[in-house]
């Protein structure tokens, strides 16, 4: 692969409320290190609710927005320093499924997709049960399903 190509890889990251985001993020950012690139951090906040007052439907709305931004931006600390590079933060509003498939189909600079399974016994998460089911042909990118239960010493080996 050619540096250049190495160097504009980009692995994606869902960023949700999951435990399992920081398996998928350390695995990103790993392979980051090792082999070139760049991690995308996706935050997809819920629509405020309708409300008989646009001015409050509005206020929810920016405190999620900010909200999004400050845990964006505390994990882009977090990538800057396992990777020595600043993530691309994106922030969108809607349905998760639906946002990350846009996104894949808006954005030719995402290369691969990483998300990581949940802990044994509570099954693939509606997330990756779509995108492995009815909505896998909509996908343009490969997708790493990283074990929930991955070692950091295995993780260091599968990234190299």
Do not use: N
């Amino acid at each position: 692969m050619a540096e250049a190509e190495r160097r504009d890889r980009v692995f994606l990251v869902v960023v949700d409320d999951s435990p399992e985001r920081h398996t998928a993020l350390r695995y990103a950012c790993l392979r980051v290190r090792h082999s070139g690139g760049r991690v995308a951090l996706l935050r997809v906040v819920e629509p405020a609710e309708m409300t008989e007052w646009a001015g409050v439907g509005a206020m929810l709305e920016e405190e999620r927005r900010e909200e999004a931004e400050k845990l964006l931006s505390g994990l882009a600390a977090e990538v800057q320093e396992i990777t020595g590079g600043l993530p691309i933060l994106l922030i969108r509003e809607g349905d998760p499924r639906d946002e990350l498939l846009a996104l894949l189909e808006e954005d030719p600079r995402i290369s691969i997709l990483v998300l990581a399974a949940a802990a044994a016994g509570t099954g693939p998460g509606p997330l990756i049960q779509a995108l492995v089911g009815r909505h896998g042909a909509r996908l343009r990118v490969p997708m790493t399903i990283v074990p929930a239960g991955l070692s950091e010493q295995d993780m260091q080996r599968v990234t190299i």
